[in-house]
Nanobody, 112 residues
Framework: VQLQASGGGLVQAGGSLRLSCVTSGITFSGNTMDWYRQAPGKERELVATITQMDIPTYARSVKGRFSISRDNTKRTVYLQMNSLKPEDTAVYYC???????WGQGTLVTVSS
């Protein structure tokens, strides 16, 4: 299983970023996909999930600001992040729910 996350960067508070995660080695369409994040000195937390049936769920801290989506033809999951806050600063990872696999993640830094 390989996971290639991208799209992170430095953005001012209130700005937007779109993360992408391309997968290989799994039957993408058959997997629930998660986005996690880990801020410095904190535990990894679940941010958003999208099921095989395209049903999304969100952590309370990002609901209304973030949107998860998937493109099964591209084996890719996305995380659209709007109205970013400094507390969203973290390394963001995607992972298929049924596998304990983590890619390198992509760093998001939100300045105040």
């Amino acid at each position: 299983v390989q996971l290639q996350a991208s799209g992170g960067g430095l953005v001012q508070a209130g700005g937007s970023l779109r993360l992408s995660c391309v997968t290989s080695g799994i039957t993408f369409s058959g997997n629930t996909m998660d986005w996690y994040r880990q801020a410095p000195g904190k535990e990894r937390e679940l941010v958003a999930t999208i099921t095989q049936m395209d049903i999304p769920t969100y952590a309370r801290s990002v609901k209304g600001r973030f949107s998860i989506s998937r493109d099964n033809t591209k084996r890719t999951v996305y995380l659209q992040m709007n109205s970013l806050k400094p507390e969203d600063t973290a390394v963001y990872y995607c992972t298929p729910r049924r596998y304990s696999v983590w890619g390198q993640g992509t760093l998001v830094t939100v300045s105040s």
